[in-house]
T-cell receptor, first 115, second 117 residues
Framework: DAKTTQPTSMDCAEGRAANLPCNHS???????VYWYRQIHSQGPQYIIH???NNETNEMASLIITEDRKSSTLILPHATLRDTAVYYC????????????????FGAGTRLAVHP | DAGVIQSPRHEVTEMGQEVTLRCKPI?????LFWYRQTMMRGLELLIY????????DSGMPEDRFSAKMPNASFSTLKIQPSEPRDSAVYFC???????????????FGQGTRLTVV
């Protein structure tokens, strides 16, 4: 699976949008972009994933560039509870089983939301 | 569903002792993953199962570590003998994989914090 690059840390004011970037310049055609987050002392939590179209759910939006070499996770109105480490993961789909390859976590971005 | 359930939540043991960590995946899920997290190395995938069969155990650090999945609702990770460097938080995760699966994201348990003294 392709490697991802994320900033080590970011700050965001409560109520503002948090935009977390991720570079995946070596991504291939069958690889999806996944985002997870880990709040202190908890297990990682799935946020969103996409292939090439922008995606939105109740937690966040995912913007993927047209060349798919980078993406941005957007938390539209960050709260203090969004303080966590955010992981961007590129994951291939197995053409035989239809499932996804294993999740490999990098160092992630430590997002601090402050009042 | 109660989610992925891991036990115990905390384990303190002496070096040389056997340690067994337990995981109950979400009912209906057919893939199970064991991860280890430390400050130095982050989240590392140790092993994952699909339909109770180990698919990839390349992350298992050494022969002291072993994992089993005797049925679809239970898995264990055993360390024997344990060493202080095994101290970490161990996470279990499960997901539904396969053709036609609607939701394939992995759901994680709360983890087991292991301390080997």
């Amino acid at each position: 699976d392709a490697k991802t690059t994320q900033p080590t840390s970011m700050d965001c004011a409560e109520g503002r949008a948090a935009n977390l970037p991720c570079n995946h310049s070596t991504i291939s055609g069958n690889e999806y972009v996944y985002w997870y987050r880990q709040i202190h002392s908890q297990g990682p939590q799935y946020i969103i994933h996409g292939l090439k179209n922008n995606e939105t759910n109740e937690m966040a939006s995912l913007i993927i560039t047209e060349d798919r070499k980078s993406s941005t996770l957007i938390l539209p109105h960050a709260t203090l509870r969004d303080t966590a480490v955010y992981y961007c993961i590129v994951r291939a789909r197995d053409p035989f089983s239809g499932g996804y390859n294993k999740l490999i976590f990098g160092a992630g971005t430590r997002l601090a939301v402050h009042p | 569903d109660a989610g992925v359930i891991q036990s115990p939540r905390h384990e303190v043991t002496e070096m040389g002792q056997e340690v067994t960590l337990r995981c109950k995946p979400i009912s209906g899920h057919n893939s199970l993953f064991w991860y280890r997290q430390t400050m130095m190395r982050g989240l590392e995938l140790l092993i994952y199962f699909n339909n109770n069969v180990p698919i990839d155990d390349s992350g298992m650090p050494e022969d002291r570590f072993s994992a089993k999945m005797p049925n679809a609702s239970f898995s264990t990770l055993k360390i024997q003998p344990s060493e202080p460097r095994d101290s970490a938080v161990y996470f279990c995760a499960s997901s539904l994989q396969g053709q036609g699966a609607v939701n394939t994201e992995a759901f994680f348990g709360q983890g087991t914090r292991l301390t080997v003294v």
